[in-house]
């Protein structure tokens, strides 16, 4: 299933030497999820771009210290 989403498309497109799989050389690209893309209460945790950390997702804090 992962591959219809990522190598299948750049290959019908052309550009699978560069997206599609992650390998030496290629851009990395990525986003990481704490569930279902599919579900609305599912977040984004870390957005990686040309193999950089461009957002990570820091949990808000309760305001209190820990006993």
Same mark, same amino acid.
């Given at each position: 299933? %992962?591959?219809? %989403?990522?190598? =299948?498309?750049?290959?019908?497109?052309?550009?699978? @030497?560069?997206?599609?799989? %992650?390998?030496?050389?290629?851009?990395?690209?990525?986003?990481?999820? @704490?569930? @279902?893309?599919? =579900?609305?209460?599912?977040?984004?945790?870390?957005?990686? %771009?040309?193999?950089?950390?461009?957002?990570?997702?820091?949990?808000?804090?309760?305001?209190?210290?820990?006993?």
């Amino acid at each position: 299933a %992962l591959r219809a %989403l990522t190598l =299948e498309p750049a290959e019908v497109l052309g550009v699978a @030497d560069r997206l599609g799989s %992650l390998e030496p050389g290629k851009d990395a690209n990525l986003i990481l999820l @704490d569930g @279902d893309p599919f =579900e609305p209460r599912t977040r984004i945790r870390m957005v990686i %771009l040309e193999g950089k950390n461009a957002y990570e997702y820091e949990a808000p804090t309760t305001g209190g210290e820990a006993q």
